[in-house]
């Protein structure tokens, strides 16, 4: 996990810090396509949102964060959990339910929290992270600390009557909260365009004067650069600001989900537009990596993501007392 | 040493008192700097104590994201019905986030809300909405009744770990009560006998807890001896301390200003029917507000709450002495 903690991250995506960066996407893509089948095996057991497609934004944000930094998802939690160091066979272990699960069994997919890596949490109504975030920043602010909070949310959150009024108090209070938008174009089943006029997310906030950009946040290079910029400010005092990361989610809103409501993309399409191979065909072409470093990265993802699933099958599910004894602190 | 205060100056001293032992404890809401609340942003400054927009779930959010990181947030709404506006935030997410992170967090927050306000103020604002929170697992909820209370079940909220939604109810506002001085802390899950007594046993909560001493008081010149139990927190809830005196007393009456399907009564009817059938020598009577919204009209407010006299007519009725009807 290059950048986290030992120094400032550096402004500019490339060399040995860009096949760290592909390694965590292939981490993340490599995990999802497997806990997909795990789900269909009915071996994942409850509901899950996959982020396949998505993963340049998660993988060119979190890796810049510290520890101390609280960062918030929502229900499509997996990506941003692991680029932001939780383990993966603790969170395959969550996934399934078990006792060694991040959180013990009890969240599962969509409430994914490591609290030792300031991942702070992940809420599965649309948007309801986002006040929370609101919070952590203002208590960074509060300690003279020089920490961040990141929430991120799709498009379909902006809509809520509590987006804009967290935009409102951050811009009021000037807090380190950098919004962090995955803008894939649907929110749950409906195009955006059947829920708004404005098509840009970073337009909806433009009468705040906050710190605003949109970038294609299937360039996880553009991402980093962008988010970068951000972080700067907000450690020096500024905020909040707000990163609209255009993508693509391949799947369904939901395992399961058989997506009617939209054309799916051609092969060739989406090959040009998977920020996973783009970021492989950009680092071999601009000798960042070799063919064969990449490739290594790949398979030794594919080699995390079994031994995590081995990890998890073999932890015990939780004993039933868990049920009433962590209600209460 | 104790002192006469008004119930409101008492929850005000614990605020006080609690952010003046504790730099942790934050004050957020609206009006802050234009209200009785603007003694403590001179205080304990404007960081500390902040006006918040008309953005009620993004200021219980925020406290729920202040309460991870550290901090413990008093939340002022004013009126309680304003925390429907935010109820994913109340229920869905500050109660929630310690257990679906398997203990990793806890989230110690406090949401004031003033509640009950049966003046004419009509069908949003005088909600005795208490009911629909003590089911909720993760929140703890306060009610208190004496101005003594006030103040320590407030600190105790601020110290808890938990969220705590804190009721207060607006017509006890200005009543005195002997509150002492300095740190006060009230358990929460601890019932007070209010009033001992051999024959029947009254629950009252809150604000109902003066209509039901009102009432042991007529029933005591007829020569009824009532007991009278303020269960002061309704989550934890002592049913222990109840059941004791249902065991003793063999006669249950509830009274409660919820709406009756709506009312912590309802809950607590259920738990004795359930655990302490055996000891009930007459059904379980509960005095509850009507199931209606509460209308502006004086008479018709009157009509749909309780008051002394249904309670000793509800009394009367468990007792056998009276066929009249509660």
Same mark, same amino acid.
């Given at each position: /996990? ?8 550096? !402004?500019?995506? @490339? ?43 998660? !993988? ?15 229900? &499509? ?22 006792? @060694? ?8 997919? /969509? ?64 807090? +380190? ?29 433009? +009468?705040?004067?906050?710190?605003r950009e949109t970038v294609d946040g299937n360039d996880v290079v553009a991402v980093w650069a962008a988010f970068h910029r951000f972080l700067t400010a907000a450690r020096g005092g500024a905020?909040? /600001? ?32 998977? +920020? ?5 065909? &950009? ?32 932890? +015990?599910?939780?004993?039933? =007392? ?8 | ?11 005000n001293e614990a605020i006080h008192v609690e952010m003046a032992r504790d730099d942790r404890v934050l004050f957020f809401g609206q009006n802050m700097a234009n209200t009785e609340n603007e ?10 104590? &902040? ?15 202040? !309460? %991870? ?18 109820? @994913? ?21 406090? %949401? ?10 009509? =069908? ?9 929170? /003590? ?24 110290? #808890? ?52 001493? *009102? ?10 001896? !009532?007991?009278?139990? @303020? ?7 002592? %049913? ?63 009509? *749909?709450?309780?008051? *002394? #006299?249904?309670?000793?007519? *509800? ?12």
């Amino acid at each position: /996990m290059a950048g986290r903690d030992d120094q400032p991250p550096p !402004a500019v995506l @490339d060399g040995a810090l860009a096949l760290d960066v592909l390694a965590t996407m292939w981490r993340i893509r490599l995990f999802e396509e497997r806990v997909g089948q795990l789900k269909r095996a009915d071996e994942v057991h409850g509901l899950i949102h996959l982020s396949v497609g998505q993963e340049g934004v998660a !993988a060119g944000v979190c890796p810049q964060l510290r520890d101390d930094d609280a960062v918030y998802s929502g229900h &499509r939690a997996h990506g941003h959990a692991i680029a932001t160091g939780a383990a993966l066979d603790r969170t395959m272990a969550e996934l399934m339910g078990r006792e @060694d699960g991040l959180c013990r069994g009890l969240g599962g997919s /969509m409430h994914l929290v490591d609290v030792a890596r300031g991942f702070m949490g992940a809420t599965g109504v649309v948007g309801g992270n986002v006040p929370i975030a609101l919070g952590s920043a203002l208590a960074a602010r509060h300690r003279g600390s020089s920490a961040v909070a990141v929430a991120f949310f799709g498009d379909g959150a902006v809509q809520a009557g509590h987006f804009n009024e967290t935009v409102n108090l951050a811009t009021l209070w000037e807090l +380190p909260l950098i919004l962090v938008c995955e803008n894939n174009g649907f929110a749950e089943f409906t195009p955006r365009s059947a829920h708004t006029k404005v098509e840009r997310v970073s337009d909806v906030v433009a +009468p705040y004067g906050l710190e605003r950009e949109t970038v294609d946040g299937n360039d996880v290079v553009a991402v980093w650069a962008a988010f970068h910029r951000f972080l700067t400010a907000a450690r020096g005092g500024a905020g909040p /600001m707000l990163l609209e990361c255009l993508t693509h989610r391949l799947r369904g809103h939901y395992e399961g989900d058989p997506a009617k409501y939209r054309e799916a993309l051609a092969k060739e399409d989406w090959q040009e537009k998977d +920020p996973v191979l783009r970021l492989r065909r &950009r680092g071999v072409g601009a000798c960042w990596f070799s063919e064969d470093e990449a490739a290594a990265a790949e398979r030794d993802a594919a080699a995390a993501v079994e031994a995590a699933v081995a990890f998890a099958r073999a932890s +015990p599910f939780p004993p039933p =007392g868990l049920a009433e004894e962590l209600v209460y602190a | 040493m104790a002192r006469e205060l008004p119930y409101i100056v008492a929850i005000n001293e614990a605020i006080h008192v609690e952010m003046a032992r504790d730099d942790r404890v934050l004050f957020f809401g609206q009006n802050m700097a234009n209200t009785e609340n603007e003694p403590f942003v001179d205080a304990f400054g404007k960081d500390r104590v &902040r006006v918040t927009p008309i953005s009620e779930t993004a200021e219980i959010g925020m406290a729920v994201g202040a !309460a %991870l990181a550290g901090y413990r947030p008093v939340v002022e709404l004013y009126m309680a019905e304003f925390m429907l506006v935010a109820m @994913d935030q109340v229920v869905n997410e500050a109660p929630r986030f310690r257990y679906m992170s398997g203990g990793q967090v806890s989230v110690p927050l406090v %949401l004031k809300a003033g509640y009950g306000f049966t003046a004419g103020w009509a =069908g949003q604002h005088t909600g005795t909405i208490y009911g629909m929170f /003590m089911g909720v697992p993760g929140l703890k909820v306060a009610v208190p009744s004496t101005a003594a209370d006030a103040k320590g079940l407030m600190a105790t909220a601020i110290r #808890d770990d938990n969220p705590v939604v804190y009721f207060h109810h607006y017509l006890l506002t200005l009543e005195h009560g002997d509150v002492p001085e300095g740190e006060h802390v009230v358990p929460f899950g601890e019932a007070a006998v209010r009033r001992a007594g051999g024959e029947v046993t009254i629950v009252a909560i809150g604000a109902m807890v003066g209509t039901a001493l *009102a009432a042991a008081e007529t029933l005591a010149g007829e020569g009824i001896d !009532a007991e009278v139990i @303020d269960p002061r927190t309704l989550a934890p809830l002592d %049913l222990p301390r109840i059941l004791e005196s249902v065991e003793k007393t063999g006669r249950l009456v509830l009274v409660d200003q919820a709406t009756r399907h709506g009312s912590a009564s309802a809950v607590i009817a259920g738990e004795v029917a359930d655990a302490g059938f055996g000891a009930l020598k007459a059904p379980i009577k509960q005095v509850t507000a009507l199931d209606t919204t509460i209308a502006y009209s004086a008479p018709l407010e009157a009509y *749909a709450l309780p008051d *002394a #006299d249904k309670v000793v007519g *509800a009394v009367k009725q468990v007792l056998g002495s009276s066929a009249v009807a509660a």
